[in-house]
């Protein structure tokens, strides 16, 4: 499996961005796909989750209400659309992908390249 993550980049406080992350290979025995993300001198910290196809969703509690996780089952990508950015936003974004949902890296098993997002005020 290999997962590539885009659509990082700059934004003022307030604005949006969506990221992308394209799964290919052996993705049929995934059933949860991951965002995560780590800003500079922080450990890496659960985002959201997206389980079966689509079925549920979960997010982490600083961006609930502000994030959404949505995925396009035709073409394999997951998007994060975030909303109301603010700056302790900034970080690395990693898409994830494993067998089972968890909010603990350590049980993915893929992950992507990561993707800046920068959050001016």
């Known amino acids: 499996v290999q997962l590539q993550a885009s659509g990082g980049g700059l934004v003022q406080a307030g604005g949006s961005l969506r990221l992308s992350c394209e799964a290919s290979?052996?993705?049929?025995?995934?059933?949860?796909l991951a965002w995560f993300r780590q800003g500079i001198g922080l450990e890496r910290e659960f985002v959201a989750a997206?389980?079966?196809?689509?079925?549920?969703?979960h997010y982490g509690y600083p961006v609930r209400g502000r994030f959404a996780m949505s995925r396009d089952n035709v073409k394999n990508i997951v998007y994060l659309q975030m909303n109301s950015l603010k700056p302790e936003d900034t970080a690395v974004y990693y898409c994830?992908?494993?067998?089972?949902?968890?909010?603990?890296?350590?049980?993915?098993?893929?992950w992507g390249q990561g993707t800046q997002v920068t959050v001016s005020s």
């Open positions: 994830a992908a494993g067998s089972g949902y968890s909010e603990r890296e350590t049980s993915y098993d893929y």
């Open positions: 290979g052996h993705t049929f025995s995934l059933d949860t």
């Open positions: 997206l389980r079966g196809g689509g079925r549920s969703t």
